[in-house]
């Protein structure tokens, strides 16, 4: 009954996602993946109607991608406050070694790897934290090559059968 409720929904709903360069700038959207939840406005939206703008760096409550520089893994995270603060920490436990302290910092100082930040994708907001870890399960269990360690619940187990992957 899961499944179906999702398939409704991917066909539904279009999902943006926005471009952060290194410079801190927002690029132009970039992505556009299935999701289950409402499409989030794109900086163009926002200009068009004139609303003051909020980087989506600066956001609250972003679920994010960050690729791996030396590999070809990435790590998707969320956190209930905005990216870039979110990733001062990723970098602090990085710099002071603190493995166990995420997945990404793991990845970085066990394999020696730098992450691609400039590459950084901000895939999705949700300020409710159930909805929030339900749609970061649902990047890492639907996408190859994650840093992240995939779950075998019911719901990841929906997202590979759905997305093909195992
Ligand atoms: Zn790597």
């Known amino acids: 009954m899961l ?79 905005s990216f870039k603060k979110r990733k001062k920490e990723h970098i602090s436990y990085i710099k002071h070694f603190y493995p166990e302290k995420s997945a990404l910092a793991a990845h970085a100082l066990e394999l020696e790897h730098r992450m691609n930040w400039s590459k950084t994708q901000i895939v999705a907001f949700e300020n409710d934290f159930r ?12 996408t190859p090559n994650v840093i992240n360690e995939k779950s075998s619940d019911l719901f990841p187990k929906i997202c590979r059968a759905t997305f093909g992957y195992n």
């Open 131 to 142: 909805r929030r870890r339900f749609t970061e399960s649902f990047f890492i269990n639907s």
């Open 3 to 81: 499944q179906s409720a999702l398939e409704v929904n991917q066909r539904r709903v279009q999902f943006s996602g926005l471009g952060v360069s290194q410079d801190g700038k927002a690029s132009a959207v970039i992505t556009s993946t299935v999701s289950f939840f409402k499409p989030m406005r794109t900086i163009g939206d926002k200009l068009r109607n004139g609303k003051d703008l909020v980087h989506p760096c600066d956001r609250q409550g972003a679920i994010y991608c960050v690729p791996c520089g030396d590999c070809d893994q990435k790590y998707f995270g969320e956190t209930k406050m």
